[in-house]
């Protein structure tokens, strides 16, 4: 008798595990596929809102593109009151202070990324260090056009006429400068992380084949980490083609072609910031529009090289 109430206890009891257990099952089902789902749509609704946002600059470039076609896109001259607009002088000025910025970003943020994620990992130098860099993410880009206008303009202007160059202090070198400091601790962080990350049995088999510190950083370290470097360096220069109202305190509003480094100039996103409020009439406002549009085309086509050069990095 005992034995039957044993049997049949054990029978209720694999009876409820087994539909708790399908309970659990279906519980996961449906989280699982409510995941999905929610993934799905959102990357859906990232690529809607990209192709929304090209569909509507080039929608309101419309006027413009009628108006001028490709001589838009290599004329020099940006003259509303004859309605005659040319957007090159605002192509070069962006590209150049940019890549001149980032230019002289590349060695200072290599050296803090090494520095931090190689010889000072921890200790208090390195998390005062570590959050100052942080910082200077944080700042507002306003807060850096106030401090570039009343002291590094000074400083530039001087310097400009101890070497015989019309000491204007503003311009685009200025601005680089500027930049330069606003965008270091974009690549200088994904660096350090990426540097931190190499698994330390590279760096002591290295070193025990009688490599120096210096050899396992250049053969071993560099390597190893060049692709997250490098994708620290594109997001650097994408921080720098689109910032606006830094670069539009300090690059001097010139509408015309620099002709050397410390000329005035301007970049698509100050020229926009400074005449959009102003623009009157439906040619204007949409040749404006088209500098947003030729940003955005310009921005995504240094994003697709940039990817296509760190997938060749990872592959090597």
Known sequence: MDSVITGSTDIKLDTDRAILEDRNVKKFRFFDALFRRSISFSSVLFVIIIAGIFLTL?????????????????QSNWNPVENEFGSLPFLVG???TSFLALLITIPFS????????????????SNILRNTIEL????????????????????????????????????????????????IPYSASIGR?????????LKEAALALGSTRFEVIKGVILPYARS????????????????TMAVTMVIGNRNALPTSIFSPANTMASVIANEFTEATGDIYVSSLIQI???????????????????KKFAKV
């Open 58 to 74: 080039l929608i309101q470039s419309l006027p413009s593109i009628e108006e001028f076609g490709l001589n838009y896109y290599t």
């Open 292 to 310: 947003g549009l030729l940003l955005f085309v310009v921005t995504t086509i240094i994003n697709i090289i940039g990817k296509k050069i760190i």
């Open 228 to 243: 997250g470097i490098f994708a620290g360096i594109l997001l650097a220069l994408g921080r720098a083609l689109g910032e």
């Open 136 to 183: 200077l993410g944080g700042i507002p880009s306003v807060i850096y056009g106030f401090w570039g206008l009343f002291f590094l303009v000074p400083i530039m202007r001087e310097i400009e006429r101890s070497m015989g160059v019309t000491p204007f202090g503003i311009g685009i070198f200025t601005t680089s400068i500027l930049l330069f400091i606003m965008i």
């Open 94 to 96: 962006t590209v150049a």
């Open 110 to 125: 290599l050296a803090v990324s090494i520095f931090l994620g190689e010889y000072f990992r921890k200790g208090a130098f």
């Open 193 to 201: 992380e990426v540097i931190s990350m190499v698994p330390s049995s």
